[in-house]
């Protein structure tokens, strides 16, 4: 039985409307990946297996390196199966423990939503796919999430936009601190939200003066305020 389309997705801020000035926005995207995929047959497969995708990179000649993490009931074998799969080239087992694999796949794809690329909007690493659909989280320059929030909107029925939180990041207004603000607006003025990203997290935490571990958890901290009270 085929999966059920998407919801209809909720309103959104307009341009002109008050709220369209505001500087950030950030939503959480549920995406039903396209038939034929070997993301899409293999969760679909193993509806009570969880994929976290850590890592995702374009490496020549149409092919995808993609690390991930399948976490599930004790089964093994994972990356074997996945080995077997259409348009996988290549598996490389990372390390493996009861109900948990790590592995590389090296495989032929394409971006499912150009769209975000050619807005130079950063779809944020890991996020999950389970049972076909995957969950991914965009945080970006309010005036690009809204055009990718309206073309989606025209264009894309296996696309639902599950929570949309605007914020100017006004003390206060997202639950961050000061501090939390601070490095929010200068990792996005540095381009670490680009499309390529044009600074890495190494490069970026000398420049705000914090180390690097310090600097991983408080972004991964700023998304989870400004997205879960608005899911």
């Known amino acids: 039985m085929a999966p059920a389309g998407p919801p209809r997705a909720p309103r959104h801020p307009r341009a002109g409307s008050p709220r369209a000035d505001l500087s950030v926005l950030s939503c959480r ?10 993301l899409q047959a293999f969760t679909t497969s193993h509806p009570d297996v ?3 995708v850590q890592d995702r990179m374009e490496v020549g000649r149409g ?15 994972w990356s074997e199966e996945i080995r ?33 690329k050619r ?16 969950t991914w989280t965009v945080v970006g320059p309010g005036r690009k999430v809204r055009r990718l929030l309206d073309e989606l909107a025209r ?10 939180h605007p914020g100017a990041l006004a003390k206060g207004s997202t639950g961050l601190t000061a501090r939390q603000q601070e490095i929010l ?34 972004l ?7 997205l879960e009270p608005h899911a």
């Open 185 to 218: 607006r200068r990792a996005m003025a540095e381009g670490y939200f680009d499309v390529p990203r044009r600074i890495s997290l190494t490069a970026l935490a000398p420049k705000i003066g914090v180390a690097l571990s310090t600097l991983s958890v408080t």
């Open 119 to 134: 807005l130079r909007l950063l779809r944020h690493l890991p996020f999950p796919v389970q049972a076909g659909v995957a």
């Open 84 to 116: 077997g799969l259409p348009g996988v080239r290549d598996v490389e087992l990372i390390s493996a423990s009861e109900g948990s694999e790590l592995c590389r796949v090296v495989f032929r794809g394409r971006g499912f939503l150009p769209l975000l």
């Open 50 to 52: 969880r994929i976290e």
């Open 155 to 164: 264009e894309s029925t296996r696309v639902h936009v599950e929570a949309i």
């Open 63 to 77: 092919l995808v390196l993609m690390e991930l993490q399948v976490l599930g009931p004790a089964h093994g074998g």
């Open 220 to 226: 991964a901290v700023i998304e989870r305020k400004v």
């Open 29 to 38: 995207l549920k995406v039903w990946l396209p038939e034929g995929m070997w």
